[in-house]
């Protein structure tokens, strides 16, 4: 299935597991638009409606003298907007939909909310062109990743004993630029205290001649998904899936 | 993507209750990728790889006196243009940013007549005087530029 990362095809593909690893999952859109970025955050939660809470975040309140010279800070979050579920990251030039933290409810409601949320902002047509198309899913796990996936690092043929591991490649499939992040000394805060653990992190991404605003968003949000959901399962090995205990109907 | 963990200082991972640190620079090309960068040193050399990065980095909407920001798809365009040209030895091209947001290319042929090439949202502006040349290509037009324009 992919050209250039052989991961192994699962087929089918599991419908949900459990416990569900995904802490963090953002489907987000760079774009040029004429809109001035004081305008923006009052545009969004107009359009956003009621179920959505607005708040600043910590670099909307620098000056903007300081953040022009902070390369590619107009593709930060710097206004958010929550709901029970989920969370719209806004900047000057991106704006994104992801799931609140460690709370990921199944890509049937987030498709749907996806839907929604694409039909409100992206109508409205304050987006000019768009630059870049983005889903990042982020999974943790209590163990270390990297004894658990069909991917090795050798050093003259040997396997590594080393105490603490970062892994990133980035290629290309298509139209997607793909990014994976193995990391195994990570340590996470969820409902049982901190724990140190792994994050598998992987990030599908759509240039701007590979996408259209006005037309297939939702299509790209959902191509970038499936990818991502192919290179989970292709990559995490039988014992890990098996503990992860996964339903196919 | 625009999420701070795992990537930031110190390296050990951690996520914000409320995601509200979502700062990280380092590891999320928001401008032009190590692969774009090479290309842009191959073919447009030091000073082109300078000038554009100086463009994606700094020239943000409203520089000058009010002038847009690059365009995305002009930008994407222009690079896959030149994935496909071989200059000529000595064509030394400049590249520009207009105040409409447009990347330029621009060099002169073998004999001196000037040759411009505007990389824009809906297509390519082409201009070579000696040719008596000036029409607007779509965007999926670039191959064929590359070639009618490599070694010229």
């Not at chain 1, 359009?47 to 022009?68: A, C, H, I, M, T």
């Not at chain 1, 004993?161 to 994976?180: A, C, H, S, W, Y």
């Not at chain 1, 959902?222 to 990559?235: E, S, Y």
């Amino acid at each position: 299935m992919f050209e250039n990362f052989p991961v192994k095809i699962v087929n089918p593909l599991p419908l949900q597991i459990d416990p569900c690893p995904i802490v963090q999952a953002i489907f987000e859109i760079r774009f040029t638009t004429n809109t001035p970025w004081a305008q923006l955050p009052g545009k969004i939660a107009g359009l956003l409606g009621d179920r959505y809470v607005g708040q600043e975040l910590p670099l909307f309140e620098l000056p903007d003298q300081f953040k022009q010279h902070i390369p590619g800070s107009v593709y930060l979050p710097q206004y958010q907007f929550h709901s029970e579920q989920f969370v719209v990251n806004l900047g000057p030039q991106m704006i994104g939909l992801g799931v609140q933290a460690m709370n990921y409810p199944g890509w049937s409601m987030v498709h749907a909310e996806l839907s929604t949320f694409l039909n409100k902002v992206v109508k409205d047509g304050f987006m000019g062109e768009g630059a870049r198309l983005g889903v990042r899913y982020s999974d943790f796990f209590e163990l270390n990743i990297f004894d658990h996936i069909d991917l090795d690092i050798l050093l003259n043929g040997k396997t590594l004993n080393d105490k603490d591991r970062q892994f990133t490649t980035v290629f290309q499939e298509g139209p997607m630029t793909i990014r994976l992040v193995l990391i195994n000394g990570a340590i996470m805060e969820n409902s049982h205290g901190p724990r140190r653990g792994s994050v598998l992190d992987i990030d599908v991404a759509f240039g701007p001649l590979d996408f259209n605003l006005n037309s297939d968003v939702l299509e790209r949000f959902t191509q970038a998904h499936d990818t991502i959901k192919n290179i989970f399962f292709g990559l995490v090995s039988a014992d890990l899936l098996e503990s992860l205990k996964p339903k196919y109907s | 993507m625009s999420i701070k963990f795992p990537f930031a200082d110190p390296r050990v991972y951690s996520l914000d209750d409320d995601l509200r640190s979502n700062i990280d620079q380092g590891m999320w090309s928001s401008t032009l990728s190590a692969d774009e960068q090479d290309l842009l040193i191959k073919k447009l050399g030091d000073r082109g790889w300078g000038r554009m990065l100086l463009f994606t980095k700094y020239y943000t909407t409203g520089w000058g006196e009010g002038n847009k920001q690059i365009s995305p798809r002009g930008q994407a365009v222009m690079l896959r243009f030149l994935e496909h040209v071989t200059f000529r030895e000595g064509a030394n091209p400049s590249i520009f940013l207009t105040d409409e947001g447009e990347l330029e290319l621009a060099w002169s042929d073998a004999e001196g007549s000037p040759i411009q090439l505007v990389f824009g949202p809906n297509g390519v502006e082409v201009y070579h005087e000696a040719a008596h040349r000036e029409e607007v290509l779509a965007p999926n037009q670039y191959s064929r530029l590359a070639t009618e324009f490599s070694n010229v």
